[in-house]
């Protein structure tokens, strides 16, 4: 077309982003900026270098228990004579690859949604987490694999923690799905059942959620099932989830304006493939960040699963902090525990991050001919 | 094959107490286009739009190429599919480009094989003049361009009949031309078409018949050089005097 004939100009030097427009940019910055960064650089200096020697320079990293470690630093030792236990919970070792394959599954999952693009990409992420419940679950149990059985009560630390919250999100989220729709439908006793549905299962504390689910569920089902109570405890987080989930897809399905359906009813798409081809993935790209807020929640609400007797991240290394050849660690045991959730939930928020960039750029893509 | 593509008889709708349409009748023979248009809120968009069944009705009937429209959803499905629709705000799918937003349709609703689905999308594409764009997402496109999109879009689905409501009222002079152009051509081909637009040199050029609306009924229905010559009503001298300048 004509347009291409224009040549094409980049733009000024100064729109460009990089690290030297940054620096210019910092020597530009008001005088009350300059002082907001002094004020940092100075409670840096003063924190730092204790935090420094206690953490790194007078820290002990081998020892057999308390007694072997440097009281003037922290006592890395604890955390690294119990690794495996805080990753695997008490998976037998000679088994402790399945369950860092389950553990691994959906960091890697979240790290290719980080890496680089390439086609297909965003199919395998989901590809990947769509088969975790079912592929993690026989990795992790064995016994139809052909594998040496490990009951559920063997499953635990930072294993059972990524296992409950990805399992929870990945059935949650068509559950979720579905009820937002429900609360949308024009059939009144649909709209009422998921209303009634959602507003039950939010209303709740999870922990009441987890102890209904463990208590009173067995009562509903034929008597002589037996189920794990890690089975009924994903049952009551998963509806617990998809209610939050729920009202964030519902939230995403409102943005949109009545036209899109509109026009896509005059094609002759049906209920359901408006809803498939037009409607969701519109409503869905509108609110990833409320829905990487729900599983960040959800990340860190599995550690309720305490109280039906199950043995997570958190509380694996709650326990270990009363071991008696390790007393007085609890600073190492909860900076640990910190550390690592955080960089859980770091990652979320990056790969949130990545695929609001991901279609900021694909929906405006170079409008230059 | 003798059946008007079009037939509307006795067509009455209420938005709650308020008549919106009172007791329209509307023929529309195959191949022929016919102008609606009316001042505001006499009810143009409301009637082109029970044409494929986006909004219902509590009297009378409407036949489409034979076949009476009812309310239920399945039959209003297979209407669709036989009734292209273009919208005054275009209406493209934001998440897709020009070329899926123009072969998803047919894909979906067609069962078309994606290679064939696009195929026949970049022909399309090209016919409206957006050969070049057929990878640009809606955002990235003119509201002239977009619109043309939406045509293309619509007659992806093969459709019998095409309804435009005010197809070029949110768009700036040099679009209005391009986008009117498309439609001409359309109409010279001998498309059944149905335009709710306030452009009267469209009117005057390509359909075979004006529909004068006010408050719900067809004030006039007549071949635009007696519409344009001698307006039988006063209220369209009125509308007449005010959209020629
Ligand atoms: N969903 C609705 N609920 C209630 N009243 C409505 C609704 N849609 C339209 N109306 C009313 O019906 C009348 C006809 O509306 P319609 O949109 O068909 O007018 P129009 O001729 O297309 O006008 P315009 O040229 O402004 O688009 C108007 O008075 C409008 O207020
Ligand atoms: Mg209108």
């Known amino acids: ?140 149990w064995g016994e139809p694999l052909g594998l040496p059985g490990v009951g559920t009560a063997q499953w635990g630390g930072m ?30 006793a649909l709209r009422v059942l998921s209303t009634v549905f959602i507003e039950v299962w939010r209303g709740l504390p999870l922990i009441a959620v987890l102890f209904i689910s463990v208590v009173m569920v067995p009562f509903l089902l034929p008597p002589g099932t037996e189920l794990p109570r890690l089975a009924l405890a994903l049952v009551g987080i998963t509806l617990y989830t998809s209610s939050y989930l729920a009202e964030v897809f519902r939230g995403g399905l409102q943005s949109l304006g009545k036209g899109q359906a509109e026009a896509a009813a005059a094609l002759g798409f049906t209920y359901w493939t408006a809803q498939g081809y037009i409607l969701i993935p519109q409503a869905i790209r509108a609110v990833i960040p409320g829905i990487l807020n729900t599983v960040v929640a959800l990340f860190k609400d599995t550690t309720y699963v305490l109280v039906v007797g199950l043995f997570d991240f958190l509380n694996i290394v709650n326990a270990a902090v009363a071991d008696p050849h390790w007393l007085g660690l609890a600073n190492e045991g909860y900076i640990f525990v910190g550390i690592v959730y955080w960089s859980f939930c770091f990652l979320l928020s990056r790969v949130s991050a990545r695929i609001e960039w991901d279609m900021a750029r694909g929906a405006a893509r170079e409008a230059r001919t | 094959m003798t059946a008007a593509a079009i037939n509307v008889v006795g067509l009455s709708k209420w938005f709650g107490d308020f008549l919106a349409l009172d007791d329209i009748a509307l023929t529309v023979p195959r191949g022929c286009s016919t102008v609606l248009c009316g001042p505001s809120g006499s009810g143009k968009s409301t009637l082109l739009r029970c044409l494929n069944g986006l909004e219902s009705w509590e009297e009378g009937e409407v036949v489409m190429s034979g076949r009476p429209v009812g309310h239920r959803p399945r039959d209003l499905v297979a209407l669709r599919r036989r009734v292209g629709m273009v919208f005054q705000d275009f209406n493209l799918f934001p998440h897709l480009d020009a070329l899926s937003n123009v072969a998803l349709p047919p894909r979906v609703n067609l069962g078309l094989a994606r290679a064939e689905a696009e195929a026949e999308a970049e022909m399309l594409l090209a016919q409206v003049g957006l050969a070049d764009f057929a990878r640009k997402y809606p955002a990235q496109l003119s509201g002239g361009q977009k619109q043309r999109v939406a045509i293309a879009r619509a007659l992806a689905m093969q459709p019998e009949v095409l309804l435009f409501d005010e197809p070029t009222s949110a768009l700036d002079p040099e679009s209005i031309g391009e986008v009117l152009d498309v439609m001409i051509s359309l109409a010279d081909a001998g498309r059944t078409m149905v335009v709710v637009t306030h452009e009267m040199g469209f009117a005057r050029r390509v359909c075979h018949e004006v529909v004068f609306m006010c408050a719900g009924r067809v004030a006039e229905c007549c071949p635009p050089e007696r519409f344009f010559a001698e307006p039988e009503t006063e209220r369209a001298r009125a509308f007449l005097a005010q959209v020629q300048y």
């Open chain 1, 1 to 140: 077309m004509t347009l291409s004939t224009i040549p094409s100009r980049l733009p000024p030097e100064a729109s460009r982003t990089g690290i030297s427009s940054g620096l210019r940019g910092m020597a530009s910055e008001s005088p009350v900026s300059l002082i907001l960064w002094l004020a940092l650089a100075l409670g840096a200096a003063w924190i730092l270098p204790g935090l420094v020697s206690w953490a790194l320079l007078d820290a002990t990293w081998v020892a057999e228990d308390r007694s072997g470690c440097d009281p003037s630093g922290a006592c890395w030792a604890f955390i690294v004579n119990r690794l495996p236990q805080f990753g695997f919970g008490f998976f037998p070792p000679q088994e402790r690859w399945r369950a860092a394959v389950a553990l691994a599954w959906p960091v890697v999952a979240l790290a290719i949604a980080l890496g680089p693009a390439f086609r297909g990409r965003s199919g395998l992420v989901a590809g990947a987490l769509a088969a975790y419940p079912v592929g993690a679950t026989l990795v992790l």
């Open chain 1, 159 to 188: 294993t059972m923690t990524v296992y409950v919250g990805t399992v929870a999100f990945v059935l949650a989220f068509p559950v979720g799905l579905v009820l937002a729709l429900g609360r949308r439908s024009s059939l009144p």
